[in-house]
């Protein structure tokens, strides 16, 4: 059985940092590629940062760039996103999701989500 489980959101004023952690089980995590997403209320899910299944190349939104960071443990099989400068805007349910494509078809697995709220 395949779960991708997120875990760090909270609460946090406006400046400050959270690490969000995303722990896989039940895949071969070392080959999916991993992405953050977030959803605010009444708006569409917008895809936040995506990191290669080997580490190598890392991709952000415009919104986040310069103040997150994806990074994977493979032998942990945990993705993260390390968010400083939060704003207001930034709150928002964070979910993983991981991927692959092979000559069988694409796997394509999401988390649940973690609430991430920004507000003094």
């Known amino acids: 059985q395949v779960q991708l489980v997120e875990s760090g959101g909270d609460l946090v004023q406006p400046g400050g940092s959270l690490r969000l952690s995303c722990a896989a089980s039940g895949i071969t995590f070392s080959v999916y590629d991993m992405s953050w997403y977030r959803q605010a209320p009444g708006k569409e899910r917008e895809l936040v940062a995506t990191?290669?299944?080997?580490?190598?190349?890392?991709n952000y939104a415009d919104s986040v760039k310069g103040r997150f960071t994806i990074s994977r443990d493979n032998a942990k099989k945990t993705v993260y996103l390390q968010m400083n400068s939060l704003k207001p805007e930034d709150t928002a349910v964070y979910s993983c999701?991981?991927?692959?494509?092979?000559?069988?078809?694409?796997?394509?697995?999401w988390g649940q989500g973690t609430q991430v709220t920004v507000s003094s």
């Open positions: 990191i290669t299944s080997a580490g190598g190349s890392t």
């Open positions: 999701r991981a991927i692959r494509e092979s000559y069988r078809g694409t796997y394509d697995y």
